[in-house]
């Protein structure tokens, strides 16, 4: 027996929208809800592993790559990270009954899904960094032997993650020509304000009136006709 947590949504939107699910073996799968219901189609069917990209999308491709990986690790290093399994999220149950497997077989469940990038662009959600986890456990319930030759049947549980990183997008270098436009707009500005300063004669200087000048041009007819009285 298989059973599997899936986070299916959260903040009243999709989370890990399950596109389709695939089973290779013999091997039968149920599920609490309905399964796209949407009618979404898988990005990844139309795909061959063939399929060529140019050197130039590969280039930018790491490097995004390695950008978000050295995010991711400083925020794993500083706790940033909040995590989203199904005590917080709402989790899709998916149940699968596995036959009978003789020595060396295997069955595989392969689950297909699209991240809900639209939650996490909502404001609540935004500048917000998660771990989005979901988990598995299986367990025997019948043996093809006799049970009296193992102590105990087989049992194990695992948890996959995966995160989600807002990174912020690093501010792209002013251009040459950019700032030498601007230097060449704030100049001609600059002459044509100390132009109209000019015009408005904020530069003539103002020169004090010459008091003493006019005081003895007042005195000089008033002593003229004080000496012609005497005379």
């Given at each position: 027996m298989l059973d599997i947590e899936w986070p299916y949504r959260f903040n009243n939107g999709s989370l890990?929208?399950?596109t389709k699910l695939e089973v290779d073996?013999?091997?039968?799968?149920?599920?609490?809800?309905?399964?796209?219901?949407?009618n979404v189609s898988n990005p990844?069917?139309?795909?061959?592993?063939?399929?060529a990209s140019t050197s130039g999308d590969n280039t930018e491709g790491r490097n995004r790559n390695h950008v978000h990986r050295r995010e991711l690790a400083r925020k794993e290093t500083e706790g940033d990270l909040e995590t989203l399994d199904c005590s917080k999220a709402q989790c899709l149950k998916i149940r699968c009954q596995v036959g009978r497997l003789e020595r060396g077989q295997s069955t595989t469940l392969y689950i297909?899904?699209?991240?809900?990038?639209a939650t996490f662009l909502k404001t609540e959600s935004q500048n917000r960094s998660f771990t989005v986890r979901s988990?598995?456990?299986?367990?025997?319930?019948?043996?093809?032997?006799n049970k009296n030759l193992v102590p105990e049947l087989p049992s194990n549980a695992i948890t996959v993650s995966m995160s989600v990183i807002w990174v912020k997008s690093e501010p792209e270098p002013v251009p040459g020509w950019v700032v030498a436009l601007a230097v060449l707009s704030g100049l001609l500005l600059l002459a044509l304000l100390i132009f109209i300063?000019?015009?408005?004669?904020?530069?003539k200087r103002v020169r004090p009136p010459q008091e003493d000048n006019?005081?003895?041009?007042?005195?000089?007819?008033?002593?003229?006709?004080?000496?012609n009285n005497d005379a």
């Open positions: 890990l929208y399950i073996g013999g091997m039968n799968c149920s599920t609490d809800m309905e399964i796209n219901p949407l990844l069917s139309g795909q061959t592993n063939g399929s297909h899904s699209r991240l809900g990038v988990s598995a456990s299986f367990s025997v319930i019948e043996m093809p032997y300063m000019y015009k408005l004669g904020f530069f006019t005081e003895k041009e007042q005195l000089a007819p008033q002593e003229n006709g004080d000496r």
